[in-house]
């Protein structure tokens, strides 16, 4: 771990905008010193204002209160509160090259000069930046552009690092390979991150834990296996995957179409069968492929459409008879056995 990261508490913070309504209801979250903690939810849940207070941008409701350790920041501006933060677009500086852009926190707290360069240029060698030190940024791919922000922001040795929707603004592909880079990249750092996003594969691969959000709200703090497989309620299933939902009945340790019992699963927990072979029987409605899977959607389930994920390859025609064989161990239900 970072010997210079610290732990962070929200106490009770509640956030009422001027015009508008409540962005934030009262919320108690404890960010472990050293953790990548990612806040997930839709637009408008309340991320990016939950994300402002612990930077000291922001200031709660009265009774709310920020710490960082055990000391209260409440009142401190967030230059006092040493965070650095990447924002969606990088805001860069347009004017100034790659290392301007990087010494920029350096020189405002107008540390000697030597120290500066000898400071930029480590971070330039940690992002591999060091070719395009003397670039303008606006030549510069997205992915480079991420890393100067991310250099900016760490030069000033911050104790929190702070990432809003840093990758909202590029393509699937790039965002899938930065995704993997910033995932190395935080755990190599140890500095106490918070990330944003309200996309669920990043948030999956990124966060240590994931504090899932909704209008305000925090509906379940958890590590990604816990968020996946063991949801708090149904929001949360249906944000972090796609989830089948029927009612049915479990018997011999399988589900089945009898029955009044609320049942969740995910694609990937049922089996595609042979009409006689499973117990939830009906025709296949859609054909998805996916790749890697392939997507079958079942007219099973009382009417409902349940999907089925299938690895690789399968030859299954719409309309044709087939059935879904699901284990009651697979069922996601907050009241089903925990896996
Ligand atoms: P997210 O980052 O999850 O998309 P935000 O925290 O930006 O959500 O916004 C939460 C809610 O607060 C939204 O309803 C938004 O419209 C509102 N909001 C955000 N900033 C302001 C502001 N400066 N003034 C008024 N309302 C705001
Ligand atoms: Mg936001």
Redesign the pocket.
């Known amino acids: 771990m970072n010997p210079a990261s610290v732990g962070i508490s929200l106490q009770a913070c509640a956030k009422h ?5 409540q ?2 209801h009262p919320v108690d979250l404890r960010v472990e010193a050293g953790e990548t903690l990612v806040f997930l ?10 994300l402002r207070l612990i930077a000291g941008l922001e200031q709660p409701d009265p009774g709310g209160r920020v710490l960082f350790d055990d000391e209260d920041v409440t009142a401190l501006p967030i230059e006092a509160r040493r965070v650095g933060m990447v924002f969606q677009n990088y805001a860069l500086f347009p004017n100034l090259d790659v290392r301007g852009n990087v010494a920029y926190g350096l020189r405002i707290r107008r540390l000697p000069r030597e120290q500066i360069r000898r400071r930029v240029d480590e971070l330039l060698e940690l992002m591999r930046l060091r070719d395009f030190a003397d670039r303008p940024v606006q030549g510069l791919s997205g992915g480079q552009r991420q890393r100067v922000a991310l250099a900016r922001a760490l030069a000033p040795r911050p104790r929190v690092l702070l990432l809003d929707e840093p990758l909202a603004a590029l393509d699937a592909q790039l965002r899938e390979a930065l995704r993997v880079e910033m995932n190395a990249l935080l755990r190599g750092l140890g500095v106490t991150s918070i990330y ?1 996003t ?1 996309d669920q594969a990043e948030a999956m691969a990124l966060g240590d834990r994931i504090v899932v ?1 909704s209008q ?1 709200r925090i509906e379940q703090v958890g590590t990604p296996r816990e968020i996946y497989h063991r949801p708090a309620n149904l929001e949360v299933a249906g944000f972090v995957g796609l989830l089948n939902r029927m009612r049915g009945g479990l018997r011999d340790g399988r589900v089945h179409a009898e029955g009044e019992q609320e049942i969740w699963f995910r694609p990937e927990d049922a089996r595609l069968l042979p009409e006689h072979e499973g117990e939830l029987r009906g025709s296949v409605r859609q054909v998805i492929f996916l790749g890697d899977r392939t997507r079958v959607g079942v007219a099973a389930g009382g009417g409902a459409t349940l999907w089925a994920d299938v690895p690789g390859r399968v030859d299954v025609a719409v309309d044709s008879r087939v059935a879904l064989r699901v284990a009651a161990e697979a069922l996601l239900n907050p009241a089903a056995k925990p896996r």
């Open positions: 905008y001027e015009r508008g309504r962005a934030l939810g839709p637009s408008g849940c309340g991320k990016t204002t939950t944003v309200h959000m305000g």
